[in-house]
Each structure stands twice: as structure tokens, then as C-alpha cells.
């Protein structure tokens, strides 16, 4: 689809598949590729996920021969604070659609601290120190740099648990904060910030909702003046942005397609 909007060269890629199906396949092939670069590099592969509709995006991965998932370090994006094995847990989602299916040992799989669910704050920082502990040590960096973040769209433009109009969108310091007031039950919540984010080696959006997402996805890529959460998804050079999206959520949107290719 031709685009009337000029693009900058490290403008998001936008790639559009005609089923679920499709879409999936393309992601374990992406993932896996982001998974080689990063263990030939420096021996580990560094992810953070989402909830909603991401976990079903991931099983692709789990008749793919090449992911060495002894490799993985795996975070969340954001996460409920329910048990890890309430229907809320956006571990339990990942957990049902490919953890379970897979032999990733569970030490590699970084979740909240359940003990401390009703303690917000307590628990963000622990999270904070976990991250801490995997990156400052080995990338000496004032911000961690994921190799993959995985992220999702809801219809109001929030993405992890950061929510149109709230504060935490303009946190600049913690790596991961507490939410107590989210919009979308759970109301407690914690999630990665924009500094995190934002120095993301690779960030993905998958919005494989059909044309319920088709006005979101196209408020985000049309008018990113508008500042929804998901449009301050701006990875720093050279971190990369890219869409993985299906036709009926582009089917509104101007924004030039791009061919998918590893
Ligand atoms: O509440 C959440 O919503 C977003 C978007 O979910 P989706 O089902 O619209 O894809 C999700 O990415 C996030 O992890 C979750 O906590």
C-alpha cells in the first residue's frame, strides 16, 4: 500500500499478514533470528513479554528447532499483581501458551514476587533489583538494553501497563514502577518504564486483533503527534521498531507496508 507519509530511516517497520496463523510463524522466525545474533554476541538472549493477546502470538516457538532456550533470560513487560496463578497473571498466559510446552528452565523465567503482591511498592523495586542484577552486572549500563521486547496494544492505546494521561508516562528515572489506578482491571499493576523501553535493541508490537485494533493501530502510526502511550514507543539509535500486525488491524491505516524479511 503506498504511503503519503514521508518516513525517517529508522521510522517502525510495519509488517501486515493476512491470518493469525501467518503472523505467528513470521514472529518465531523473527524471534529466533534476534535470539541468534544476541547469543553468538554474548551468549544469552535477554526478552521481556507481554500479556493479552501476545502469549498466543508465541507458539510458533515451540516446534522451532533453533531456540536454545537454556539461553533465555525471560522478563514481562508489565505484570498483574495477582498469583502467578490467578487468570489475571501474565505469567500464567505466557506460562499456558509456550512455557509449559517447552524446556525452558523455570530460573531463566524472571517473575514478580508473589509474597509481596500486596506490598506495590516493595515489589517494584524487587523487580527493579532483578533487572539490576541481570544487566547493570554484565552491560554496565545506566538503563538496561533488552535484546527483544515484546509488546502488545489494548484499544485505548496503553501498552505494557503504561495508560493514556497517567503520570507514570512521564517517569524518567525507575526502570520499573508500580501502578495502583490502571483503567483495564487489575488495577495493581507494575510495568517496565520509557527509559527501558526505549533502549530496547529490538521492540515489537504484534496486534493480530483484526479490525478491532484497526483504529488504534492506525491513531499510533498516522498520528504519533497524538502521544498515545504506545506511540512514545520510540526505540534510541540503533535500536529498532517494528509492527507485526494483521489486515483487519491495517486496514485503516496510511502507513507504508514494509515486505517482511529476517
Ligand atoms: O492489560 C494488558 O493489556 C495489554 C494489551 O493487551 P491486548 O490483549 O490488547 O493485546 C498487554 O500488552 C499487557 O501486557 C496487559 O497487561
Not at 14 to 20: H, I, Q, R, S, W
Not at 49 to 54: D, R
Not at 89 to 98: R, V
Not at 103 to 113: A, F, R, S, V
Request: charged share 20%.
Amino acid at each position: 500500500m503506498a504511503s503519503s507519509h514521508h518516513q525517517p530511516p529508522n521510522a517502525p517497520a510495519l509488517y501486515v499478514f493476512p491470518d493469525k496463523n501467518a503472523l505467528t510463524q513470521s514472529l518465531a522466525q523473527f524471534i529466533a533470528k534476534a535470539q541468534k545474533e544476541s547469543i553468538d554476541r554474548k551468549g544469552r538472549f535477554t526478552i521481556a513479554l507481554s500479556g493479552g493477546s501476545l502469549p498466543a502470538a508465541l507458539t510458533g516457538l515451540i516446534a522451532n528447532p533453533s531456540i536454545k532456550w537454556n539461553h533465555w533470560q525471560v522478563f514481562y513487560a508489565d505484570e498483574r499483581l495477582v498469583p502467578l496463578d490467578h487468570p489475571d497473571s501474565n505469567h500464567l498466559a505466557c506460562t499456558q501458551a509456550l512455557f509449559a510446552h517447552v524446556p525452558i528452565p523455570t530460573e531463566n523465567i524472571h517473575t514478580i514476587d508473589p509474597a509481596l503482591i500486596t506490598d506495590r511498592e516493595s515489589l517494584a523495586d524487587a523487580y527493579e533489583k532483578v533487572l539490576i542484577h541481570e544487566f547493570a552486572q554484565k552491560d554496565a549500563a545506566r538503563f538496561p538494553v533488552f535484546d527483544l521486547i515484546l509488546l502488545g496494544v489494548g484499544p485505548d492505546g496503553h501498552t505494557a501497563s503504561l495508560f493514556p494521561g497517567h503520570a507514570l508516562l512521564s517517569e524518567e528515572d525507575r526502570w520499573v514502577a508500580d501502578i495502583a489506578d490502571s483503567p483495564k482491571p487489575p488495577s495493581a499493576r507494575i510495568t517496565l518504564t520509557y527509559p527501558v523501553l526505549n533502549h530496547a535493541a529490538r521492540i515489537a508490537f504484534v496486534a493480530a486483533g483484526g479490525v478491532g485494533k484497526a483504529d488504534i493501530v492506525q491513531a499510533i502510526l498516522d498520528r504519533p503527534e497524538e502521544g498515545l502511550p504506545a506511540a512514545r514507543v520510540k526505540p534510541s539509535f540503533p535500536g529498532q521498531l517494528y509492527w507485526f500486525v494483521d489486515e483487519g488491524a491495517a486496514s485503516t491505516t496510511k502507513y507504508q507496508r514494509a515486505a517482511f524479511k529476517l
